[in-house]
């Protein structure tokens, strides 16, 4: 059984990592089932933070306003995460987007990893909720607070250790860490071209947007500007 391991999660604006920002990592090391080191800071995703994303983690845009963007905190974090494998309630969502981000800066972060979510939908009776807090619930686990990511990171961990504790005797093959999969591809950088022509649509047609356009990449501005296209039309062509 895998008893050496970072547990990972994130805090994101939204779901899909070729779309959305990290907001906040959290990361607990543990090696022979101890806590050795911890890992937390905020991420500036250079765009507000919607407020249902708001309402469910607490995290304001004031809270990231001043705090790195992930290309100043990417490499601390995969220095952080060793040679050891990941442990997170559905990892392959924290993984994919710090395999997004890596693939953006040309950086390697490939892992085995542990997801406690298929764990629990193999352990738990049929009819109990298996997110991370009805899940912590079940099994007496209380957390600091939820949906922050070093706190839910912790209870990845706990829970872990309570899994393997109640049965990993009998179904020790559960707790070995598989390879995760996510296929990520680099996202183009934005020319002086793009960013221009965005800014000429987003005046000429006044509208206001929540992103701040020098941190987009060349995929999200071509996807934006395709948008406006969309909805309200090109700028016409002058005499």
Known sequence: ?????????????????????????????VLDGQIADTFHTMVNPYRD???????????????????????????????FCEDLPLLGHQIIFDYGFLVQAAVNQKLEFAKDGIDTLKLCRVLMPGSEKKNLGAACAYFGIVPETTHRALSDAMSAHLLYLELKKRFGNERSDLFEAKKLIYKAKKEKQATKRQKQHLQDLLKYHRINVTVQIDYMSGNEISRMIDKIIFTYGRIPESK
Do not use: C, F, H, Q
């Not at 970072?6 to 607990?28: F, H, N, P, Q």
């Open 1 to 29: 059984m895998t008893n050496s391991y970072v547990a990972l999660d994130l805090e994101t604006t939204g779901i899909g990592a070729k779309r959305e920002k990290i907001t906040e990592i959290g990361m607990v090391k």
């Open 49 to 79: 933070i919607p407020e249902r994303i708001t309402e469910l983690t607490g995290i304001t845009n004031d809270m990231v306003k001043d705090a790195p963007g992930i290309g100043d905190v990417l490499s601390d974090a995969i220095r």
